[in-house]
């Protein structure tokens, strides 16, 4: 195979000699991460790897050239970096020794979820993988390269927002195609602006499905949040997600088409929720579409809009003569039933005689079981009374590989909204309560709850490395225990875990890796370092290496070594010579060899 001359940066031909692309200003000498793929490197004898593209907690993204079919591609490499590393000089990826068996796990995920997507191939708005394979230690996936610009580009293009009437018209093979995704067993988790690219030709498609831990908090990854549009549950790794996952996504994205505002975060309204609906930052969107949206961003995930199926049909459901809609309307947009739980609107039908009879009968008898539970009820001493919270049922839930499962499960809301209070009359007619089971709850949540007032909260923070931060984790007073007006409990607040790794460093300006060490918790001090090795600005060096753990309870703090250049000074007024190799490697420290050069031959 003869040399290919392509531009890393759009694969697009170049000649041998030229430094900067003409079609798209890619540098042919700018530097990459070491941690990812080198531009120029051969995959499976066949795809020319090209310029990272974007890179999260699961997996990295290049532009590729396949050399069988003479097109453009896009490559995923899994490549979870709080797991494993680049093997210095090389693409093969070396695994941490103590995350052998969360590393494989999580790439049987990865294998598994593009599996599934490559079966759906013929959907038309979902960019499928075409080919995989193992290699470097790790797995890939390939897909198509899709031109065009993603839906927040086009938006600022468009005024920053679109009407009602536009998003009817450009949005329904999205909620068909999100719902067929769903019947198949996975959930996106990653629904936003970016996720959503318009195709060369004006096509939708939805891009960026990752394994559940990707987008996930507090799994073994770093987890990838889209402020505004990710679902309360997934800043919880012990939370159920769904179908109502994307829902929340789904409508936090029409939120922010329809007004032109990204809906405040979820952790955020967890706490105080103070989101307007969308008519009232936009008079001209029908009240209807605004209302459906805010339940389908509703905190509660039980309380929400369950199925994309549900949300299309409110959404395009039309009143007649202003009468308000009956819960047996037809949707409009077919969109194939979901195997998850929530209800399901099902087409009017003509009832028969005999179900007409079977129904009375069915009202009868509910009538009589109600007064004889009366009865029984008021025949019971008051001090034998016994409740028990929450409903025990089956429900669709996601386990960590994105697959749809039926379990049974105790049913408890994200925030809990009541009580249950008995009146003694035993006791003076004091009010007594059954304790609610708080763990998982956010304090800051339950102890400003009008549902709670009854009780007087004492909270103890502690690290925990099973809860989020603000999650309550024990509490004194038992799930279903009685307790009285005003009464003192203590609960165990978690820190978030005690020990967190250090990121890597190399190729990361101080901005950027004091970003990263803010998002984690970790404390840190800046202090210059004197060098030539690194380019000033860049971190040069850690007190810990990366990937070593820091004890946060102890409040263990990372010193940061920020490059100093000293400045230049003339040491000769003869020319450099050319032919001398710049010993500069590609993340700007200084290598005593050349960079090796890949030269692809027939």
């Not at 079609?23 to 990272?52: D, F, I, S």
């Not at 979820?266 to 969308?278: K, T, Y």
Request: charged share 25%.
């Amino acid at each position: 195979m003869e040399r290919l001359n392509l531009c890393y940066g759009c694969m697009e031909p170049i000649d041998e000699n030229a430094e900067v692309c003409p079609e798209c200003g890619y540098h042919m000498g700018a530097p990459h991460l070491p941690a990812y793929l080198k531009p120029g490197t051969m995959l499976n004898e066949r795809y020319m790897v090209g310029k990272l593209l974007t890179y999260n907690g699961e997996s990295a993204s290049y532009i590729a050239f396949d050399t069988i079919t003479e097109s453009k591609v896009m490559i995923r490499e899994y490549m979870p970096d709080s797991l494993c590393t680049r093997e210095k000089g090389s693409s093969v990826i070396n695994v941490n020794p103590d995350s052998v068996a969360g590393y494989k796990t999580l790439l049987s995920e990865f294998v598994e979820l593009n599996k599934v997507l490559s079966k759906m191939r013929t959907l038309n708005h979902i960019n499928a993988a075409i080919d995989m394979f193992g290699d470097n230690n790790t797995a890939y996936a390939v897909f198509d390269w899709i031109g065009g610009k993603t839906l927040g580009e086009y938006l600022k293009e468009h005024g920053g927002k679109l009407s009602w009437e536009e998003v009817k018209k450009l949005f329904p093979p999205i909620f068909t195609t999100l719902s067929l995704v769903h019947n198949a067993g996975l959930v996106h988790r990653g629904i936003s602006p970016e996720n959503i690219v318009i195709g060369e030709k004006g096509e939708l498609k939805i891009i960026g499905f990752c394994i559940a831990d990707a987008r996930t908090a507090n799994t073994e990854l770093v987890p990838e949040m889209y402020n505004g549009y990710a679902a309360p549950e997934q800043y919880g790794s012990n939370n159920w997600q769904g179908t109502w996952t994307d829902v929340y996504g789904i409508s936090a994205l029409l939120y922010r088409i329809l007004t032109g505002v990204v809906p405040t975060d979820a952790v955020s309204r967890i706490s105080n929720d103070e989101l307007e609906e969308p008519v009232k930052l936009d008079k001209n969107i029908p009240r209807n579409v605004s209302r459906v949206i805010m339940d389908g961003l509703c905190v509660n995930s039980e309380m929400r809009v369950q199925t994309i199926t549900e949300l299309v049909t409110r959404l395009f459901e039309q009143p007649e003569n202003g009468t308000r809609l009956s819960s047996s309307s037809t949707q409009t947009i077919t969109i194939p039933r979901q195997s998850s739980s929530g209800n399901r609107r099902k087409k009017n039908s003509a009832p028969s005689r005999h179900g007409l009879f079977i129904m009375v009968i069915a009202i009868i008898l509910c009538i009589g079981m109600f007064f004889l539970v009366m009865v029984l009820i008021l025949s019971v001493d008051d001090n034998s009374s016994g409740f028990a919270t929450g409903d025990t049922g089956l429900s669709s839930i996601t386990d960590s590989s994105g697959f749809e499962t039926t379990t049974e499960i105790t049913l408890e809301p994200v925030v809990e909204t009541t009580t249950t209070t008995i009146v003694s009359t035993a006791q003076n007619n004091v009010m007594v309560y059954v304790m609610n089971d708080l763990t998982g709850k956010f304090f800051d949540v339950i102890s400003k709850s009008d549902s709670y007032s009854s009780l007087v909260f004492k909270a103890e923070y502690e690290y925990n490395d099973i809860f989020s931060k603000g999650q309550i984790f024990e509490q004194s007073i038992p799930k279903n225990e009685t307790y009285e007006e005003g009464a003192e409990i203590t609960v165990k607040v978690s820190l978030g875990p005690k020990y967190i790794t250090v990121p890597e460093y190399l190729s990361l300006s101080k901005k950027d890796y004091f970003a990263k060490l803010d998002s984690l918790g970790i404390k840190y001090e800046e202090q210059e370092e004197l060098t030539e090795d690194v380019l000033e600005g860049y971190v040069y060096k850690t007190s810990k290496e990366a990937g070593e753990q820091i004890d946060v309870e102890k409040g263990e703090t990372l010193i940061v070594y920020v490059a100093k250049n000293p400045p230049k000074t003339e040491t000769s007024t003869e020319p450099h010579s050319t032919d001398e190799p710049d010993k500069t490697s590609e993340t700007g420290y200084v290598t005593e060899e050349p960079d090796v050069i890949i030269t692809i031959f027939d």
